[in-house]
Structures are given as C-alpha cells and as structure tokens.
C-alpha cells in the first residue's frame, strides 16, 4: 500500500504534450482561463503544463483550490521570481515579492494602514466615504455633460480617473480633475499593467525572446517605463510628505505608512519601502475597481430591468432629497447581490496573480516540487456547475432568500479576491467604495447603451478582464444633490 502511495506521489502530473522550445504557450488561446478550464475536464483539477522554460501546475474547481490556498496556505503562498515582477514599485512590491519575512512585514503594514484608514476607525472611515461619495458625484457630472445633445460617453477612462482619485486622496488627500491631461494619459499607461503580469502572458517563461527584436521585448520595455514613471509619480508625493511631516498630525495614508515604516524602530523595512507601499495600494486599488464598475454598468444596460428595479429600491430606502451613504446597505440587499453576481459571472480576475510554492508539497496526491509556478483558476470556481445552478446566467436573485435578504453561504462562495496567505488584502475597501460609487450613480442617473452599437460582453485579457468598448448616455432622474455634510 504504502508502495502504491508512494508511486503515485512520484507519478507525473496529468497534462497535455508539451511541445519543445514553446511547452503549451500556443495552445493557450484568447482566454486561458477558458482553455484551463476545458484542459480540466480531460486531465483533472490539477495539472501540469509547461510554458517556455517554466513547468506551471494549474489548479481549477474549489475543492483542489481551497485544498491548495487554505490547509497548504504557506507552501503555496510565494511568487515566481519573473522578471516582470522586479520592475514593479520600484523592486520592492509587496504584491509581487517572493513569501519571506520581509513580505510577512511589508504585508502587515499594508494592511494595517488600509485598515485604519478604511475601516478601524470611525472619523477615517467617514472621510473615505465622503472622499467617494464626492468622487462618484464628479463621475455623475462628467457623464451628464458627455452625454447632453444626444451623445454617448465611454466610461472607461472616467471610471479609472475616479478610482485612481480615489486611491490618490486616500494616500495623498489630493484628488485629480476628470480632465487633468498628465494624470489622465498617466492612467492610460498603467491600463496595460495587467497584460504584462497576468498568468499566461509570456514574457516571463520565455527570457530568451528579450534577446530579439520582437514584440515581446517591446513588451517588457513598455512595461518597465511604465513601471518606473508610475513610481516617480508616487515618489515624488512621498518626498513631499516626508518633508512636510509632523509626527503630531496624520494627513493621509502617506503619513501613516511613514510614521510606521521610519519612524518606529520595528518595522524592519527601509524607508524606500513607504513609496513601494503607497504605489502597489494605488496600483491594486485603481485597476481593479475601475474594472469592476465597467462591467456593473455594461450589465446595467444590458439588463435595463433590473436597473429599474435597483432605482426603485434606491428610491424606496433613501428618497430624492439626499444621496445613499453606506448605512443604506443593509437596505439595499438587491444592489450587494447584482455586485456579487458581477463579479462571480464576468470573473474578471479569472486567474490569479501568479503564485509559486515555498516548498515540496503533496495536493490531491500529487506531489509538487518546491518553486513551481502554480496558476489558479478562479474564473473554474464560479462558473463550477456542481456549486452554482445555471452558472452562464447573469441572475443577481441567487444570492438572496425569500425575504430578500443576502444569503452569506452564497457571497462566500464567489472567488475573486482569491484566498489564503496572498488573499487581496483590499476587498472590503473596494466593496465599501463599488456599493457607493454605484448606490449614487444609480440614484442620481439613468444609463442606456448606444442602440447603433451592439452591446457585447466579450472582453481583453490581462491581470484583469476588461470590457472591449461600449458607451452609454447618462439621463439625470430628479435633481442633481450636493455632498451631505
Ligand atoms: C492581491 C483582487 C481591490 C490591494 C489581489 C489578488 C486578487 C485581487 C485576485 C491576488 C491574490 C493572489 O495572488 O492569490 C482584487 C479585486 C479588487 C481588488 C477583484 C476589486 C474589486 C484591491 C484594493 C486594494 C488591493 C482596493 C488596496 C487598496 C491588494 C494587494 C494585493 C492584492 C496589496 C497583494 C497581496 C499579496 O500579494 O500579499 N487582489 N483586488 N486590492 N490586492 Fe486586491
């Protein structure tokens, strides 16, 4: 017996052929996390493929992912040591740095700032709400005034300008115009971020491609710039804290992240670790809400009728004399579900950021060496016929009983913050900023699609899902509100 168990946890990993040189790179397709998926059906829920020099397990479904993340959460908490990986924030991202005691540190501090800021306590939590209710009313502007005479606003870049303001008045307490030109073509550069860093981009397995001319080099240059002006930019906000700072007065998350890192003796981080932190929690924050909210509002014109019944709520809980605050959300258990439901139908971070493993480990009897890049594919999770009725249909109502209120079980089953050790440390912060940012949207306009242009659901890849173009026209409902005091 012990013999049998043996063999098997020496056996190969399942997988498909790989050819030589490229592994599987071209079997990969548009959307690999679709292929992932398929290859599950044929090799099982985890396996093996080899792109360019590196073997990479891929793990699908929840059990053999939660298996992995949950009861083998150090083994499989590191990160492939790509290359990619050291350009970002300046080599120092606590994001995409391998498991050790520093990233053990520099996590910790991440956290517990976002958390003071965000959550622990009551005046910091206010004013990041106000910082997003005052952020979505310029969004409600700028599409009212894109939209008058007829006309239909992209809201891509609006959504990435009030996400990243977002993250910029939290860590700087500065915000940017929706036409502020440097900080919008800023933005539009960092919008490929995620083509590099996403799992199955290539750069990384394939090294030796930088060697040529080609567009893979070109890729990895083009990252890079953008790497470094993104932290010069952040950079320079910091070095104007640090020389305006008064240990007395906390201004910001800046502030904080200073206070932390220079001026206690135990952080055990150099001071360049601050304009590192304060750039991946832009970095992580602005993307990926920005992203979040394009999908909300595709999904809110596509189905026209439960926009209808959103507002109706809307109207019922909070009234036309002032906006929605965060108080109305156990209220508005119907908007939470329609966000929930987004985020599970479009996964629109099918795969996570790469992990690796920190040592040998056995996983659903296989065995894995110690260093091998692992991909998980969370988009396999919630599209998992066995957990999920109907799982290719948009239906906000699963997530509620007969009383309409949230079934918890339910949201807890959605995978897009990924979980374990490298779980995103962000995501009751972007719950709390998505819930405003659509609450007023929603009770201030209407949104329709273009009828000229044919509303598709297909989408780029990258780190992130994104909706290929759409637009819409913004109708206002009663009467344009000020901030609440
Ligand atoms: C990591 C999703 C918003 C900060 C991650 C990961 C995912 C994710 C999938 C990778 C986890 C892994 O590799 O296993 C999301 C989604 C968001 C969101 C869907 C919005 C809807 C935010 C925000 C912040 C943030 C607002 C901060 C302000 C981070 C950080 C990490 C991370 C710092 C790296 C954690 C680590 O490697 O230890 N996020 N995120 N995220 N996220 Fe988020």
């Given at each position: 017996c012990l013999w049998v168990r043996n063999l098997r946890l020496k056996r190969r990993l399942p997988g498909p052929f790989a050819w030589p040189v490229v592994g599987n790179a071209m079997q990969l397709g548009q959307m690999p996390h679709i292929t992932f998926a398929k290859l599950a059906k044929k090799y099982g829920n985890v396996y093996q493929i080899r792109l360019g020099c590196s073997d990479v397990v891929v793990l699908n479904g929840d059990r053999a992912i939660r298996e992995a993340l949950i009861q083998h959460s150090t083994e499989f908490a590191g990160r492939p040591k790509f290359a990619s990986f050291q350009m970002i924030s300046g080599g120092r991202s606590v994001t995409f740095t391998n498991y050790g005691k520093q990233w053990k540190a520099h996590r910790k501090i991440a956290q517990s700032s976002l958390r003071a800021f965000s959550s622990a306590n009551c005046q910091t939590k206010k004013a990041f709400e106000q910082h997003v209710t005052a952020e979505a009313m310029e969004l409600v502007q700028a599409f009212l005034r894109h939209s008058t005479d007829g006309r239909y606003v992209d809201p891509a870049h609006e959504f990435t300008v009030a996400a990243a303001n977002t993250m910029c008045a939290l860590c700087f307490g500065k915000r940017y115009g929706h036409d502020d030109l440097e900080f919008r073509t800023l933005l539009k550069k960092l919008d490929k971020f995620g083509e590099t860093v996403g799992a199955g981009s290539l750069v990384d397995v394939m090294p030796w491609l930088q060697s040529f001319p080609n567009p893979v080099r070109s890729v990895y240059e083009n990252f890079k710039n953008l790497n470094e002006e993104f932290f010069a930019f952040v950079k320079d906000k910091v070095t104007q804290h640090r020389e305006s700072y008064?240990?007395?007065?906390?201004?910001d998350m800046s502030d904080a992240i200073i206070n932390v890192i220079e001026h206690r003796q135990d952080s055990g981080l150099t001071k360049e670790f601050v304009e590192a932190t304060v750039t991946d929690l832009i970095g992580a924050g602005q993307d990926t809400v920005s992203t979040t909210m394009q999908w909300i509002l595709l999904l809110l014109v596509k189905y026209p009728e439960m926009q209808s019944k959103l507002q109706e709520l809307i109207d019922k809980v909070v009234g036309p004399d002032r906006l929605p605050s965060i108080e109305d959300r156990g209220s508005l258990a119907y908007l939470d579900a329609f966000i929930y439901e987004t985020m599970r139908f479009t996964s629109f971070v099918p795969l996570t950021i790469p992990h690796s493993t920190t040592s040998d480990v056995t996983i659903e009897g296989f065995h894995i060496p110690k260093d091998t890049v692992v991909f998980i594919n969370q988009w396999s999770v919630n599209h998992d016929p066995l957990k999920w009725k109907d799982p290719h249909i948009f239906d906000p109502?699963?997530?509620?009983d007969e009383t309409g209120a949230l079934i918890k079980d339910i949201t807890n089953g959605v995978m897009i913050f990924s979980t374990g050790k490298r779980r995103c440390i962000g995501e009751q912060i972007a719950k709390v900023e998505v819930f405003l940012f659509i609450a007023v949207l929603l009770h201030q306009c209407s949104f329709e699609s273009n009828p000229s242009v044919p509303l598709t659901l297909d989408c780029s890849y990258g780190l992130a899902l994104k909706p290929l173009q759409f637009s819409v026209s913004a109708k206002l409902r009663g009467k344009l509100l000020g901030l609440v005091s």
């Amino acid at each position: 017996c012990l013999w049998v168990r043996n063999l098997r946890l020496k056996r190969r990993l399942p997988g498909p052929f790989a050819w030589p040189v490229v592994g599987n790179a071209m079997q990969l397709g548009q959307m690999p996390h679709i292929t992932f998926a398929k290859l599950a059906k044929k090799y099982g829920n985890v396996y093996q493929i080899r792109l360019g020099c590196s073997d990479v397990v891929v793990l699908n479904g929840d059990r053999a992912i939660r298996e992995a993340l949950i009861q083998h959460s150090t083994e499989f908490a590191g990160r492939p040591k790509f290359a990619s990986f050291q350009m970002i924030s300046g080599g120092r991202s606590v994001t995409f740095t391998n498991y050790g005691k520093q990233w053990k540190a520099h996590r910790k501090i991440a956290q517990s700032s976002l958390r003071a800021f965000s959550s622990a306590n009551c005046q910091t939590k206010k004013a990041f709400e106000q910082h997003v209710t005052a952020e979505a009313m310029e969004l409600v502007q700028a599409f009212l005034r894109h939209s008058t005479d007829g006309r239909y606003v992209d809201p891509a870049h609006e959504f990435t300008v009030a996400a990243a303001n977002t993250m910029c008045a939290l860590c700087f307490g500065k915000r940017y115009g929706h036409d502020d030109l440097e900080f919008r073509t800023l933005l539009k550069k960092l919008d490929k971020f995620g083509e590099t860093v996403g799992a199955g981009s290539l750069v990384d397995v394939m090294p030796w491609l930088q060697s040529f001319p080609n567009p893979v080099r070109s890729v990895y240059e083009n990252f890079k710039n953008l790497n470094e002006e993104f932290f010069a930019f952040v950079k320079d906000k910091v070095t104007q804290h640090r020389e305006s700072y008064n240990p007395n007065v906390t201004r910001d998350m800046s502030d904080a992240i200073i206070n932390v890192i220079e001026h206690r003796q135990d952080s055990g981080l150099t001071k360049e670790f601050v304009e590192a932190t304060v750039t991946d929690l832009i970095g992580a924050g602005q993307d990926t809400v920005s992203t979040t909210m394009q999908w909300i509002l595709l999904l809110l014109v596509k189905y026209p009728e439960m926009q209808s019944k959103l507002q109706e709520l809307i109207d019922k809980v909070v009234g036309p004399d002032r906006l929605p605050s965060i108080e109305d959300r156990g209220s508005l258990a119907y908007l939470d579900a329609f966000i929930y439901e987004t985020m599970r139908f479009t996964s629109f971070v099918p795969l996570t950021i790469p992990h690796s493993t920190t040592s040998d480990v056995t996983i659903e009897g296989f065995h894995i060496p110690k260093d091998t890049v692992v991909f998980i594919n969370q988009w396999s999770v919630n599209h998992d016929p066995l957990k999920w009725k109907d799982p290719h249909i948009f239906d906000p109502a699963r997530f509620l009983d007969e009383t309409g209120a949230l079934i918890k079980d339910i949201t807890n089953g959605v995978m897009i913050f990924s979980t374990g050790k490298r779980r995103c440390i962000g995501e009751q912060i972007a719950k709390v900023e998505v819930f405003l940012f659509i609450a007023v949207l929603l009770h201030q306009c209407s949104f329709e699609s273009n009828p000229s242009v044919p509303l598709t659901l297909d989408c780029s890849y990258g780190l992130a899902l994104k909706p290929l173009q759409f637009s819409v026209s913004a109708k206002l409902r009663g009467k344009l509100l000020g901030l609440v005091s």
